[in-house]
């Protein structure tokens, strides 16, 4: 029975950190102000570099499927990690009016507080409703999610 005791520390102590750490990995924010950039990832080839991304830097040699699996954005948002740090990452973004969602990837950094939504691969897919065009931003929540990268063990946002 001793024995019982000593396993059962070790195990829920795992357990709990695992729990921690799926709790931290799920950053959000709600009710977060989105803007447009004209990026136009495809007509430029998906090249970071050639629309100046700030992540341009880290990820412009990443292979083209990982370049266009996700429509871009510019990331400031007030929860989850910043700079370099949020390059490559991938965002659920929901419109909070119509609740049409798309996930992004992080390819830039901003300085309006919220997202910088790249407008041909994930603004105008949201914007169902065209009030986010009328309205020059929509209001949307966001969750930083996995990307179903190969090495998504880097993607864990801690």
């Keep these: 029975m001793l024995m019982g005791h000593k396993?059962?520390?070790?195990?829920?102590?795992?357990?709990?950190?695992?729990?921690?750490?799926?709790?931290?990995?799920?950053?959000?924010?709600?009710?977060v102000r989105a803007t447009y950039h004209f990026y136009r990832p495809a007509a430029n080839g998906w090249d970071l570099t050639a629309t100046g991304a700030f992540c341009s830097t880290w990820d412009?040699?990443?292979?083209?499927?990982?370049?266009?699996k996700y429509g871009w954005t510019a990331f400031c948002g007030?929860?989850?990690?910043?700079?370099?740090?949020?390059?490559g990452k991938c965002l659920?973004?929901?419109?909070?009016?119509?609740?049409?969602?798309i996930t992004a990837r992080i390819v830039d950094k901003c300085a309006n507080g919220g997202l910088d939504l790249d407008w041909d691969t994930v603004f105008s897919k949201i914007d169902t409703d065209g009030q986010g065009f009328q309205r020059g931003h929509l209001t949307v929540d966001y969750s930083f999610v996995?990307?179903?990268d190969?090495?998504?063990?880097?993607?864990?946002?801690?």
Excluded at 7 to 31: D, E, N, R, T, Y
Excluded at 78 to 87: A, H, K, L
Excluded at 150 to 158: D, P
């Design 7 to 31: 396993i059962m520390g070790p195990v829920l102590s795992c357990v709990v950190l695992v729990a921690v750490m799926h709790v931290a990995a799920a950053q959000q924010a709600f009710g």
């Design 60 to 68: 412009a040699g990443k292979p083209f499927d990982w370049r266009s």
């Design 78 to 87: 007030p929860v989850g990690p910043t700079g370099r740090d949020s390059c």
């Design 92 to 101: 659920l973004v929901t419109n909070r009016a119509t609740g049409a969602q």
């Design 146 to 148: 996995n990307c179903g």
């Design 150 to 158: 190969a090495n998504h063990l880097a993607e864990v946002t801690v």
